[in-house]
């Protein structure tokens, strides 16, 4: 079984569009992440959430919000995509303490015509 | 703030060389150290981690030790393989909110 899922694997959309990628993960984690890599593999941190709490929301633009229904799921909506949106987007959770690692999904590759 | 510094890569090795990935890092608390991998069109997975000072990590023949006198959590393996081709991103965490700061990543490419 996928610990942690995300669909989708691939996205191809032009400027201006709205998507939204969702995560699920089956490890009964509190914490949840979104990332940003970029294309020289630089990881950035975007957003967390603890039980469906946010708990740290880097420097983002408002064009992104994260949403979690629930504990187990955190979606990323992205408005009026732009061509420096451009990435792999990861969802990551893990556990309450901080010895317990991350576990990533595979990610959703984003790209903006 | 909190951050990683890893080694510029690409690294390119022969198969059964001798593999060093340098990681220092700056930290405000006292943190956890995690090495992950990244395989080709993969997320990220653990490698392995050392939560507390000359604590040993090790795992599929790779090891790091924690050493807080130097800051630094160096990634060795004695004899690499082709399938060990991959970016390997040292981290940390102070467990603030549970964040993860992330080196720049180095990519390692194993030849025959």
């Known amino acids: 079984d996928t610990a942690v899922s995300q669909t989708p694997k691939y996205l191809v959309t032009q400027m201006g569009n709205d998507k939204s990628i969702k995560c699920e993960q089956n490890?009964?984690?509190?914490?949840m992440y979104w990332y940003k890599q970029d294309s020289k593999k630089f990881l950035k941190i975007m957003f967390s959430?603890?039980?469906?709490?946010?708990?740290i929301n880097e420097t983002v633009p408002n064009r992104f919000s994260p949403k979690s229904p629930d504990k187990a799921h955190l979606n990323l909506h992205i408005n009026s995509l732009e061509l420096g949106d451009s990435a792999v987007y990861f969802c990551?959770?893990?556990?309450?303490?901080?010895?317990?690692?991350?576990?990533f999904g595979d990610g959703t590759r984003l790209s903006i015509l | 703030g909190d951050s990683v510094t890893q080694m510029e890569g690409p690294v390119t090795l022969s198969e059964e060389a001798f593999l060093t990935i340098n990681c220092t890092y700056t930290?405000?608390?006292?943190?956890?150290l995690f090495w992950y991998v990244q395989y080709p069109g993969e997320g990220l997975q653990l490698l392995l981690k050392?939560?507390?000072?000359?604590d040993k990590g090790s795992n599929k023949g790779f090891e790091a030790t924690y050493r807080k006198e130097t800051t630094s959590f160096h990634l060795e393996k004695g004899s690499v393989q082709v399938s060990d081709s991959a970016v390997y991103f040292c981290?940390?965490?102070?467990?603030?909110?549970?964040?993860?700061?992330f080196g720049t990543g180095t990519r390692l490419q194993v030849t025959l």
């Open positions: 050392a939560t507390k000072a000359d």
């Open positions: 981290a940390l965490n102070t467990g603030t909110a549970s964040k993860l700061t």
């Open positions: 930290a405000t608390g006292y943190p956890s």
């Open positions: 990551a959770s893990s556990g309450r303490d901080r010895d317990q690692p991350q576990h």
């Open positions: 490890l009964g984690h509190d914490t």
């Open positions: 959430y603890n039980n469906k709490e946010l708990i």
